[in-house]
């Protein structure tokens, strides 16, 4: 079975600075997807970034890097130069390599402030 | 390119009442996925469909929840009879397709049910 840890319920950080969400995964797959999405506050469910489990570099989409660190299973997101509109939940998720389904985490709050 | 369509966005029903989602997957997209997110159990799959066929359905709560998908456009699911406890919003999700992990979902604007 698939699981997807976020230890963090809520995150704080100013405007224009980096901030760092925490995911966990466990599975027993050798070939597996990890996926973040933002939830902001009007309820949809965006994607932000994906990494496969066999991709030597670290996923990067404009300010959304992934680090991501097999070994320890951690699947981090970074948000470089937080904008306001950043503000939302964050959701973790994983898929495994022969199901589609996706594993969420429970998700981390992000505030923005001025 | 349209996204995933769900309807309707915000549904209040009485107990009882038999409540029907809709949602209009991505056009070409092969796989479709219903989730359900709620405070106490988080985001959760209820059943996906690929090529039309459903493949996991093992989040279905129980017999009043049925979901089909007649053709690669439309899916929908169905609550009869609805309960309070059913309160959620609902997903539907869609990807090219379900075996490589490169497939993304792209999720649709959900359904706010509220069961009085």
């Known amino acids: 079975a698939q699981k997807i840890t976020q230890t963090q319920p809520g995150m704080f950080v100013q405007e224009k600075e980096a901030v760092t969400l925490d995911c966990t995964y466990d599975?027993?797959?050798?070939?597996?997807?990890l996926f973040w999405y933002k939830q902001p506050s009007s309820g949809e469910m965006i994607f932000l970034i994906y990494q496969g489990s066999y991709d030597e570099q670290n996923a990067t989409e404009g300010r959304y890097s992934l680090n991501f660190q097999k070994a320890r299973k951690s699947a981090n997101l970074v948000i470089s130069a937080s904008q306001l509109g950043d503000s939302a939940m964050y959701f973790c998720a994983m898929k495994g390599s022969t199901l589609g389904r996706l594993y969420f985490g429970r998700g981390t709050q992000l505030t923005v402030w001025p | 390119d349209a996204g995933v369509i769900q309807s309707p966005r915000h549904e209040v029903t009485e107990m009882g009442q038999e409540v029907t989602l809709r949602c209009k997957p991505i056009?070409?997209?092969?796989?479709l996925f219903w989730y359900r997110q709620t405070m106490m159990r988080g985001l959760e799959l209820l059943i996906y469909f690929n090529n039309n066929v459903p493949i996991d359905d093992s989040g279905m709560p129980e017999d009043r929840f049925s979901a089909k998908m007649p053709n690669a456009s439309f899916s929908t699911l169905k609550i009869q009879p609805s309960e309070p406890r059913d309160s959620a919003v609902y997903f539907c999700?869609?990807?090219?397709?379900?075996?490589?992990?490169?497939?993304?979902?792209?999720f649709g604007a959900g359904t706010r049910l509220s069961v009085l």
């Open positions: 999700a869609s990807s090219l397709g379900q075996g490589q992990d490169k497939n993304i979902q792209y």
């Open positions: 056009s070409g997209h092969n796989s």
């Open positions: 599975t027993s797959d050798q070939s597996y997807g």
